[in-house]
């Protein structure tokens, strides 16, 4: 029967369940039909008479006196009311007066009467009356129960298939049924191959584009380096060289982010972060984003905050808001405040674009403003969501304000 139970659909099984409820219904409703009051009253009434009988036989056969319980009135041949006299041996309902029922018997032979008033059973006419309500609260709960019932099996493989999926266990259990559970597991199953497939892809990319690109970008650094020494300090050669160095410095930094980002952040090697020398690195980075400008740097931070965090990415994220900050003020100032693990970084600069919004940064992309230089703000939200932190901003036409929680989210 369980089996059975098993290879029925969803569908099925939900109407199946309802079905048994309808019958369960259908019965109690076709039981309540076949209960007559009067019927179920003379029924009783007749069970009362007889069982008095053998206590009045006894008395009269002693030659006591009989006599009638409270509600009954007993008659013999002689004081029987003449009404009553055509009845022969037996019980009868009485029409008139109503609701009275009479026994008739005989004891040597000399004929009783032995009436009895039907109003003593009363109760059984509020007990009729109190089924009706019975059968419904009875309707309620056997639904209730079905209902409880039928959820818990619909819902137990599902649940099961989900936690399954949550704790990414493989292979997902009910691939073989032929229900609609199986064919979400199926496709469940379907979809985490052509995930791990793209992340796989996306690895060997990376990871390739990373070892192709690093042996030449070391020949680059290496090379351009060697020029900026051999230069004469007054070649309009130099500026050219140093952008070089500086270019491909900026590039293998990158190359170290996108493997980071590629790995499962809770394999990230993370350590306690000194964050102030890491901001005045960065400083001096930005140096020739500043030049020729009215621009100030005002830093504000204690010497010994630390992040436990990710050195390289860290030290990307506040690379890259620094820079754009430097690179699009042109007048005024860039401050840097750190309060406890919370960074904030402040510009007097036109603000983001248009094509940016503020409120959703998450979506940040390349605005037609940046060089290409850098991660971008676009790199700089997924390392932010890679390291579980939270970044919000604020932009105007007086400048953009970039406020960086680094303590992870719980």
Known sequence: M???????????????????????????????????????RA?????????????????????????????????????????????????????????????????????????????????LEYMIDGFGPLVILLCVLGAFWIGRLTSARVTAPITRLARAVERKQKPFPFQDAHDEIGVLARAFAQHSDELEQFLQREQCFVGDASHELRTPLAIIAGAAETIVHQLPAESHLVPSAERIVRTTQEMQRQLTCLLLLSRDPHTLARADVPLRPLIEECITRCQPWLAKKTVAVVLDAPQ???????????????????????????????????YDTMLVISDSGPGLPSSIDPQQFQRFSASARLSGEGLGLSIVQR????????????????????????????
């Open 43 to 123: 029924h009783v009434a007749s069970q009362s008479l007889h069982n008095e009988l053998p206590r009045l036989q006894a008395d009269i056969a002693q030659g006591i006196p009989p006599t009638a319980p409270e509600g009954q009135q007993l008659y013999d041949a002689k004081t029987v009311p003449d009404a009553l006299r055509q009845y022969a041996p037996g019980f009868h309902s009485l029409k008139e007066p109503r609701n009275w029922h009479l026994l008739v018997f005989e004891i040597n032979d000399q004929r009783y009467y032995l009436l009895q008033n039907g109003g003593n059973h009363a109760y």
């Open 383 to 410: 390392i932010v969501e890679h390291l579980n932190w939270h970044m919000a901003v604020e932009s105007s036409e007086k400048g953009c304000r970039f406020m960086l929680n680094m303590r992870p989210a719980a």
């Open 2 to 40: 369980k089996s059975i139970y098993q290879r029925m659909t969803l569908r099925t099984r939900i109407t199946v369940s309802f079905v048994l409820l309808m019958v369960a219904v259908m019965g109690i409703v076709v039981v309540a039909e076949q209960l007559d009051y009067d019927e179920l």
């Open 304 to 338: 010994n905050t630390h992040a436990h965090t990710n050195a390289e990415l860290a030290r990307s994220v506040i690379w890259n808001l620094l820079r754009n900050a430097c690179q699009y003020t042109e007048a005024g100032e860039v401050r840097i405040a750190l």
